[in-house]
């Protein structure tokens, strides 16, 4: 089955750029019908749905966030990537990838911290 690993730093300071790493295996990132998406967590807090991109790169973000994220995909690598620009410490979060459609799949997370 499909398996997705998040892959970044795990510090960064604020006004700064977050960028993080999908990478999928046993599974492809341009198959149809999918969704690749990014979600987070902050600490003590519920999931919050960051935004998704189609396999022919459509993007949909959380209104909330749309004006500093961007998602991508690198097809010759099969990984999509995140980036978001001027953090804060509330951007402090466990990062996690996904894929859904015919099912959700989940990375493991990854933590980022942001501070100075």
């Known amino acids: 089955q499909v398996q997705l690993q998040e892959s970044g730093p795990g510090l960064v300071k604020p006004s700064q750029t977050l960028s993080l790493t999908c990478t999928v295996s046993?599974?492809?990132?341009?198959?149809?019908?999918?969704?690749w998406h990014w979600i987070r967590q902050p600490p003590g807090k519920g999931l919050e749905w960051i935004g998704y991109?189609?396999?022919?790169?459509?993007?949909y973000y959380n209104p909330s966030l749309s004006s500093r994220t961007s998602i991508s995909r690198d097809t010759s690598k099969n990984q999509f990537t995140l980036q978001l620009s001027s953090v804060t410490p509330e951007d402090t979060a466990v990062y996690y990838c996904?894929?859904?459609?015919?099912?959700?799949?989940w990375g493991q997370g990854t933590q980022v911290t942001v501070s100075s």
């Open positions: 991109i189609t396999v022919s790169d459509s993007t």
């Open positions: 046993a599974g492809s990132i341009t198959t149809k019908n999918y969704y």
């Open positions: 996904a894929r859904a459609g015919s099912g959700i799949y």
